[in-house]
């Protein structure tokens, strides 16, 4: 089955302790990419990933960081998370260097104390 | 930062009513999407439209790509209490690959 698969789906930390979302998708798709979720916000793209080896900040990037070591997978790394990151998140992937429809994940809801 | 417009934000109808909804940009289109967001879940397509003018249904759902590529619809008929959820729209600007999004429409339906 196609599917982007998220991990954790939950997750509470304290401030300042380091994490990492997992990403990782079995349709072979060139382009990834993060977003936030939040009230009256939509989705917001935090990075995103043309291909192995290349990404590029989107929206809203700051406190974050990813990497694309493998084609399937685009981990999210939260160095020292705050509160202002509590937020739900969604990884998707899009087949054909971005320019067709974005799959998403199941979400991750990241609390920060 | 946020260059679509969806309205309304939220819409409390009863069952069985038809639904509109919109996003408007003051920027140029080359790509709309629709998705629907089910609580705890992430946004699943619902349409995706690729030229001007392009009218898209999906069962009860109806989608247009706006005629000056600045605008999209999504118009669902006879709504049933599953079409609860937030909808977004999507839309790729030209010469860009990144996908843009709506502050996305709420959808409650009274039974």
């Known amino acids: 089955e196609a599917q982007v698969t998220q991990n954790p789906r939950y997750l509470i930390t304290v401030t300042g302790k380091k994490l990492t979302v997992t990403c990782s998708q079995n349709?072979?798709?060139?382009?990834m990419s993060w977003y936030r979720q939040d009230p009256g916000l939509g989705l917001r793209q935090i990075y995103y990933?043309?291909?192995?080896?290349?990404?590029d900040k989107g929206d809203v990037p700051e406190g974050y960081k990813v990497s694309r070591k493998e084609k399937r997978n685009f981990p999210l790394i939260l160095e020292s998370p705050s509160p202002n990151q509590t937020s739900l998140y969604f990884c998707a992937s899009t087949l054909r260097g971005g320019l067709s429809e974005a799959f998403f994940g199941q979400g991750t809801r990241l609390t920060v104390v | 930062g946020q260059q679509l417009n969806q309205s309304p934000q939220s819409m409390f109808i009863q069952e069985g009513e038809d639904v509109s909804m919109n996003c408007t940009s003051s920027?140029?289109?080359?790509?709309w999407l629709w998705y629907k967001q089910d609580p705890g879940e992430g946004p699943v397509l619902l349409i995706a439209l690729y030229k001007a003018g392009e009218l898209t249904s999906n069962g009860r759902l109806t989608a247009q790509f706006g005629i000056t590529r600045k605008d999209s619809f999504l118009n669902i008929s006879a709504s049933i209490p599953s079409d609860v959820g937030i909808y977004f729209c999507?839309?790729?600007?030209?010469?860009?690959?990144?996908?843009?999004f709506g502050q996305g429409t709420r959808l409650t339906i009274n039974p």
């Open positions: 349709m072979n798709h060139e382009y």
């Open positions: 920027s140029i289109f080359n790509t």
């Open positions: 999507a839309g790729r600007l030209q010469g860009a690959q990144k996908l843009v």
């Open positions: 990933s043309m291909n192995v080896e290349v990404t």
